[in-house]
């Protein structure tokens, strides 16, 4: 029987464990009738029926079949029709520019309204044909609510300022959507910062990691403790920021550890943390750079002097420590074509044009001339280690000299070798860019630099593996069919020679452990 229905249907696979139709609602017969598969009814995506049955959640290709019954839909009028839920900001600004830009690119006009507040609704038609080819759907909610839209299957993609958390993975993946945690799951569109906020009357211009965890701990309560007015802290903070793929969880608070919700006023939208900032002289919250605001930015500070405050190089290249990649998840079962044909437009280096409009800031690569690089060479000698000798110093100017640094930077995740999903996001990018000819007849140096942990010179042995991985990642990712005269291609470890952050904590460390690129003419 199964052989017959390969041959009828073409495709045909489960993509869940086995469950119970709820209702029957379509009958898809082949086309001589001797094959039928009835369920309920999930998805057409103008190629693909999705239908839940006693065998699971199947895909069955519509041209080996004809479908029967009230859950059918209508082939004659039929055009994609593509949601999108999560964070507000996103689905208002970034969002429309993009599936605008991709329209135009096609060739497609764009008509855009709005049915309630919180939706749009945007359709692209061919104006010369006269055809409605698709319609985008996009709901503001949050990130939390994205995702559960999309284990309900009332989203098809997910506009996320954070990680997808554990146990959103596991409610995912049992409702069949897919393992969350597969990065070919999650796109990194665009990026942005976390960024401490005040109010403008207030006096404190740096705070660092430590400090804010302590204040949203509960342990630093008083702003003259940090260097402020004898008054009391009152913190603000997104709700979303409390899940475990928050950066707020992962580099301030900390995972598993509980706040009590009467020491920090939570908010639902920016618009409503911003207002209570702005009222309140002794007020702090946790912003992002994409929302700005009449609030004051607070720069992040270290007990070795280092300092970093949000800018988009320093956010492009993850020197900025709290960097928030815009993630959109999608799930494992096929999209429409439409669909699928916006995901890669979206991480194009065309896209990265578009987002650069907005308030977001984009993946485009810039470079940063030697000169502007000139307090991290003076922090390195300021805080090179006993085993750092002027001849290490010498060895990294000596290379990098005359060369630009591009703002894509190559980080891993906690512990591991592991490309975070910024890296692997740059390594896409620079692969194109790459392969179209952007770098013909120059050099490109990938740089390896240690955290101060341990030996220098297994650190520099290290750096250099690091650096040799990225590597060979960007040139698995250009394909054989990429001409390696044309550029050339070297790696470097320079060990614990050039700290942009401080090693006496954690993220410091994490900071110095990364890969950057170089480029510079070959002649």
Not at 125 to 140: H, S, W
Not at 165 to 192: C, F, I, Q
Not at 366 to 393: C, V
């Amino acid at each position: 029987m199964l052989k017959s229905l390969w041959a009828f249907a073409a495709i045909l696979t489960v993509l869940v464990a086995p469950t119970v139709a709820m209702a029957q609602d379509v009958n898809l017969l082949s086309r001589d009738g001797s094959i039928s598969i009835s369920g309920n009814f999930l998805s057409f995506d103008g190629e693909f029926y999705r239908v839940e049955t006693d065998l699971g959640v199947l895909t069955v290709d519509s041209s080996g079949v004809r479908c029967e019954g009230p859950g059918c839909p209508d082939l004659d009028g039929y055009y994609a029709q593509i949601r999108l839920s999560g964070d507000t900001k996103g689905t208002r600004t970034l969002l429309p520019a993009l599936i605008t830009a991709f329209a135009l690119r096609n060739g497609y006009t764009v008509a855009t309204n709005s049915p309630s507040e919180t939706q749009r609704s945007m359709i692209l038609t061919d104006a010369e044909n006269d055809i409605t080819v698709g319609e985008f759907l996009l709901f503001d909610t949050s990130s939390a609510e994205g995702f559960a839209d999309l284990v309900s299957e009332n989203t098809d993609m997910v506009l996320s300022l954070r990680k997808v958390a554990p146990k959103e993975m596991v409610l995912a993946y049992e409702a069949g959507v897919g393992d969350l945690s597969d990065p070919l799951r999650a796109r990194v569109v665009a990026l942005d910062g976390l960024v401490p906020v005040v109010s403008r009357s207030n006096i404190v211009h740096g705070l660092s990691l430590s400090e804010l965890s302590a204040i949203y701990r509960g342990t630093v309560t008083n702003w003259q403790e940090i260097g402020g007015a004898d008054a009391p802290i009152v913190a603000h903070l997104m709700r979303d920021d409390l899940q475990d793929g928050s950066e707020f969880r992962r580099m301030i608070l900390g995972h598993g550890v509980q706040i009590a919700e009467a020491a920090v006023t939570l908010h639902d939208r920016y618009d409503s943390l911003v207002a209570a900032i702005e009222q309140d002289p002794y007020a702090l919250g946790l912003g992002r750079m994409s929302e700005g605001g009449t609030v004051k930015p607070v720069g992040l500070s270290g007990a070795c002097g280092f300092e970093a405050r949000a800018a988009a190089s320093d956010i492009k290249s993850e020197d900025y420590p709290l960097t928030r990649p815009v993630f959109l998840y999608t799930p494992a079962h096929r999209l429409p074509k439409l669909a699928r044909e916006f995901l890669s437009f979206v991480v194009s280096p065309a896209a990265q044009i578009v987002v650069a409009r907005t308030d977001f800031v984009d993946q485009g690569v810039d470079e940063l001339s030697f000169r502007d690089q000139g307090w991290r060479f003076a922090n390195a000698i300021s805080h090179a280690g006993e085993e750092i000798t002027l001849e290490d110093l010498q060895s990294v100017t000596g290379t990098l000299q005359g060369a630009k640094r591009l703002t894509l930077g190559f980080r891993f995740e906690g512990g591991s070798t592991t490309l975070d999903a910024q890296s692997r996001s740059n390594v896409h990018l620079l692969a194109e860019l790459l392969e179209a000819g952007v770098y013909d007849g120059q050099s490109l140096t990938f740089a390896g630099f240690s955290d101060g942990e341990g030996r220098a010179t297994i650190n520099a042995a290290l750096s250099k593996r690091r650096a040799e991985a990225v590597l060979k990642a960007v040139r698995q990712a250009m394909g054989e069919a990429f001409e390696a005269d044309r550029v050339t291609l070297s790696a470097e470890g320079f060990g614990e020679a050039m700290p942009l952050a401080c090693d006496d904590v954690e993220w410091g460390r994490s900071l110095n452990r990364r890969v950057e690129v170089w480029v510079k003419s070959s002649s």
